[in-house]
């Protein structure tokens, strides 16, 4: 059984009232406390709340600043959850905080409700399914086409086609209310009605662009109901009341539209101004506009009725089978006896060209005689067979009877002066479906009602459902009653001219045509007031959600919360309509918006229903995703039917919105289906890329981006992600990563200041990828990580990107060298391609442009194409684009060059890349002295270092020993003094070594006693090291020895001799660097393959230096390094 939860007013609880509350609910508790020791009372009672204040995303029951964490720790029954109270509220504050919860749109006063400003209490709702859904629903959807429209339709299309017409757009209607209702019953809906379910059901994007599609629709359906009420009043009721009249015969149709837009801009001035000073009133009538429609169709009803006892008397003038208009002669005959003497009629004088009975007539009136017909035939006349057909027309043909005797007569003369009954428009089956549709919108009123409902999940489906189900019942029968009981000429006669000009409608209608009239005149203008109330509202509504940034003044009014400036600015859109001035062109547009919003509330459930995500529950339990998808293709088979060009400006509108609000609007996450949907087709995708690796076809490089932090969390080099942004162009996949040193419960706060920093730049640059940021003990093992682990499935990367380390040759930083060497292997071992862009911080940036130079290739080895293919896709960029591609390759002794240029040439143009190409040779000669010495100074300077090393490591060593010794015999001997040893160090220290590695020493003391307890425990464990004795001689002679060590070790370096390997490699690079220069020292970037590290690490700082001189005097360099696989391919 379904909960009711009771509504408590936001400002009904002073705060005097509040604390005095609190104050006798506390002594209350502590006597209670007293007496049985328990605090419960504590956990459950009073906690006042002055209002949630919380926005409608927010929950609306946790995390309330006003909760009095006091009262909440006073029981000890919780202990055990007392520290988790901060995050998790108990249940019974939280079963508290949902009874007082309220689903009035928060921040907005109603200007009802804001009717006397200093009252305390609001009522709470009460309004019932009738009430509260179902009358507005029938208000809503019964109107102005079933009063001037509708007999029409059923004329033109035939009793069938219009059956037809009728059942799909009520069908259409029923299947979105049911997925409204499922998407309704699916939790609190605030008020705020369809917008609220698109958005939260489809996401920001999708909820901002069918909202905006929704509000246009409701605007242009005021212009409609506008348009309607003054048709009614200038064609039935007050004829004379129009401005322009029609000086010639013809000029009719322009004068009407002229009269429609002037009182048309009086009529939304006059009500724009009553929606803003008195909406209260507007929302009173609502209630006597209805009424007004009921007793309009129930004396529809009664008329019918009438017709088979005693039909009404409305004769219509035919000549042949041509209908005459009766607003210009009164007798339907060509002659009239008069005292014994045959004279003509007006009608002769309309035909003719003098009152004599010798004068030249028209040549169709002479041939066909004048006939008089019964309008209103009856129920019982059987005419309802003569009307089931359609009787479609062009513009300005002449309204005809079917089964009428004719002699045609010559068309010499022009008819456009007789007084006959003429089309204003053309007639075909998708028109008149365009022209309908509005008649059965209108069933989100009730939605739109939510917060002021009693229990609106039993409500809106309920509701809803009977009142499109009766409506559906009235327009059915309608078009069956008016086709068997009304004739087919008055019918299609749209504005009555055959029965004197009234509304053909009217005639039907008992006691008189005039409840129809008037009846149809207020339901028109309160529909119209109606629209012009609701669709400001709704604009305010997406507006303070914050998602379509231009729209957000809107979001402003008055201080009583009434939306002025949307209402301005519904009220110069709905102007818009009526300067269109014909019903019949507005209604097709308002058709559009109404189909797109109901498509998308359809497609809302269905994929809901389909992803089964755990919140989806509705209590309306009649629904089904085929339901939804049956009317999600109905909404769009309609658009297209009504109107393919509108349609598709519809879409075009609805994705420009789309578009910006993905592009410029807020982020927000409302756990649409959307997002949902993306996850499955994310999974799903993965899923089938998991099978193989891609073809090479399909292969584009996928980049793990390593990035530096300084100390502060900022990217050290930001024209990396710049490089990585023009060669990518948002294609593919990008994992930007770096790490940070530690561990992640110490470095968890930096993690989360380096992720946004990452992501900022990432923004700033263009650089459309994700973020991983990795916390490691060790930078290497991170990196490492990073290359096993990056990515998901088969969207992992293939490609590093990583700078050079251009600081690696100073001691302090001895490790950044090693961790490059470690990369570039592991990036070979796990069968990734390597890029490494020197001198980065040189590369252009996203806003430079290139007007000319080249980007040089120089392709030594093949390994796999990459050299080949990125120029290519780096000049797709608007950075690169105006530099040309060059290819060098190198010919040795045996190559025959002339020959090695025409193969590249060839497959270059297989490749369908456009290059220059060139072919340096590189002749064996003798090695230089540069060269030699070059290797040598090398060699040198890493053997110095590895000693300087491994004395600095042996140093490190003994000063440990000394610490430990003496806190162990600190710890052993308590009666010694335990600055003695300290100070007998520190005398050996002074003695022996610089003041730096004192300090070093003192450091490792002063941090071994801040952990007396852990140290102790490990000197127990550890007995025969406690034993051991340091002696000053034992320390003197092993700094000593090792001295000696050391002196001996430089006298080798002094006296070594280069490695004739490294001399060769040396040798490759000084010839080769001499070459690039040669050729490629002005490039804009130069590409070269990048040799691989040494299989013998011991060499490995011989292999930085050969790399820093291979590239030495180049500004931007780009070194390639393959993944061994072919990743561009000459077929296609």
Known sequence: MPTNFTVVPVEAQGGERDSAERDAWRQEEEEDNRDRGSGERGEQGGVRHSGDGISRESSPFINSAEMDRGNMYEGKNMALFEEEMDSNPMVSSLLNKLANYTNVTQGVVEHEADEDSKRKEVKVPRMGTFIGVYLPCLQNILGVILFLRLTWIVGTAGVLESFIIVFMCCACTMLTAISMSAIATNGVVPAGGSYYMISRSLGPEFGGAVGLCFYLGTTFAGAMYILGTIEILLTYISPSAAIFKAEEVGEETEAMLNNM?????????????????????VNKLALVFLACVILSIIAIYAGVIKTAIDPPDFPICLLGNRTLSKRSFDVCAKFTERNNETKTTNLWLLFCNSSLPTAMCDDYFSLNNVTEIQGIPGILSGVLIDNLWSTYSEKGSIVEKKNQPSVSGSEDIKIAGRPYVFTDIMTY?????????????????????????????????TGTILAISTTSFIYLSCIVLFGACIEGVVLRDKFGEAVNGNLVVGTLAWPSPWVI???????????????LTGAPRLLQAIARDGIVPFIQVFGHGK??????????????????????????????????????????????????????????????KYYHWTLSFLGMSLCLALMFICSWYYALIAMLIAGCIYKYIEYRGAEKEWGDGIRGLSLNAARYALLRVEDGPPHTKNWRPQLLVLLNLDCEQLVKHPRLLSFTSQLKAGKGLTIVGSVLQGTYLDKCVETQKAEENVKALMAVEKTKGFCQIVVSPSFRDGISHLIQSAGLGGMKHNTVLMAWPQSWKQTENHFSWKNFVDTVRETTAAQQALLVAKNIDLFPTNQERFTEGNIDVWWIVHDGGMLMLLPFLLRQHKVWRKCKMRIFTVAQMDDNSIQMKKDLQMFLYHLRLNAEVEVVEMFENDISAFTYEKTLMMEQRSQMLKQMQLSKNEREREIQSITDESRGSVRRKSCSSPQSIGQDVQALLNNDYDKEEAQLIHDRNTASRSAPAVKASVAAAMPEKVQMTWTKEKFVAEKHKNKDTNVSGFKDIFNMKPNQ?????????????????NKSQHAQLVLLNMPGPPKNRKGDENYMEFLEVLTEGLDRVLLVRGSGREVITIYS
């Open 559 to 620: 201080a009583n919360g009434e939306p002025t400036w949307a209402l301005l600015l519904t009220a110069a859109i709905c102007e818009i309509g009526i300067l269109i001035a014909s019903l019949d062109s507005v209604a097709p547009i308002l058709s559009m918006f109404f189909l797109m919003c109901y498509m998308f509330v359809n497609l809302a459930c269905a994929v809901q229903t389909l992803l089964r995500t755990p919140n989806w529950r509705p209590r309306f």
């Open 261 to 281: 837009r002037v009182y048309g801009t009086c009529i939304i001035i006059l009500m724009a101004i009553v929606v803003f000073v008195g909406v209260k009133y």
């Open 429 to 461: 089956f998708t028109v008149l479906v365009g022209i309908y549709f509005p008649s059965v919108t209108g069933i989100m009123a009730g939605s739109n009602r939510s917060g002021d409902l009693k229990d609106a999940q039993k409500s809106i489906p």
């Open 517 to 531: 009239v008037i009846g149809s005149f207020f339901s028109t203008c309160g529909a119209g007031l109606q629209s």
């Open 1061 to 1077: 390997s490294n001399v060769r490699r040396m040798h490759t690079a000084v010839k080769l660097n001499g070459v690039v220069l």
